[in-house]
T-cell receptor, first 111, second 115 residues
Framework: GEDVEQSLFLSVREGDSSVINCTYTDSSSTYLYWYKQEPGAGLQLLTYIFSNMDMKQDQRLTVLLNKKDKHLSLRIADTQTGDSAIYFCAESYNAGNMLTFGGGTRLMVKP | DAGVIQSPRHEVTEMGQEVTLRCKPISGHNSLFWYRQTMMRGLELLIYFNNNVPIDDSGMPEDRFSAKMPNASFSTLKIQPSEPRDSAVYFC?????????????FGPGTRLTVL
């Protein structure tokens, strides 16, 4: 079955770059997503990438996809304290439909 | 639009009681998802509907859980009887999965505590 794995925790200093990593097992994954969950709130889509892309950049966010290794990463440049949250990687073979989420990485940004 | 609306936001009940969680998806969305989030198991998909029809309920833990979507603007998740291990945050999400629209929009969640 599908499996998406992430490290549990990442701590960085304000202004540094953060890199959150994710691995997945389903080779038929077509869409890969990064969601952000702030305390007491639901998940919010940050960005997504098609499986035929290697990289996508959106302001401070850069997504890198290594399809051969089934590895996805999210880089946040100039990390701010407001970026402190849980970040979920997710994959789907069908846009907008069933997602398989990783366990989430808790990002702590120290001032 | 107000986004996905869930009620109640918090529910505290005693073991054995019936619990009903409610969700109003974003108007025009035709896919609706129920998730459960716990520290131990992370975020789990329980069931999802497309055009009010349940498509995949393989994540529903057991017969005590049931979900309905009587119309495009309302869904319920019912637990009867509830047990302490059902304590979790339950999220509803909706989407409109046409080409180019990839986002599932999440509600704020219902935090359920079963004593």
């Amino acid at each position: 079955g599908e499996d998406v794995e992430q490290s549990l925790f990442l701590s960085v200093r304000e202004g540094d770059s953060s890199v959150i990593n994710c691995t997945y097992t389903d080779s038929s994954s077509t869409y890969l997503y990064w969601y952000k969950q702030e305390p007491g709130a639901g998940l919010q889509l940050l960005t997504y990438i098609f499986s035929n892309m290697d990289m996508k950049q959106d302001q401070r966010l850069t997504v890198l996809l290594n399809k051969k290794d089934k590895h996805l990463s999210l880089r946040i440049a100039d990390t701010q304290t407001g970026d402190s949250a849980i970040y979920f990687c997710a994959e789907s073979y069908n846009a907008g439909n069933m997602l398989t989420f990783g366990g989430g990485t808790r990002l702590m940004v120290k001032p | 639009d107000a986004g996905v609306i869930q009620s109640p936001r918090h529910e505290v009940t005693e073991m054995g009681q019936e619990v009903t969680l409610r969700c109003k998806p974003i108007s025009g969305h035709n896919s609706l998802f129920w998730y459960r989030q716990t520290m131990m198991r992370g975020l789990e998909l329980l069931i999802y509907f497309n055009n009010n029809v349940p498509i995949d309920d393989s994540g529903m833990p057991e017969d005590r859980f049931s979900a309905k979507m009587p119309n495009a603007s309302f869904s319920t998740l019912k637990i009867q009887p509830s047990e302490p291990r059902d304590s979790a945050v339950y999220f509803c999400a909706s989407s409109f999965p046409l080409a180019g629209d990839h986002e599932q929009f999440f509600g704020p969640g219902t935090r359920l505590t079963v004593l």
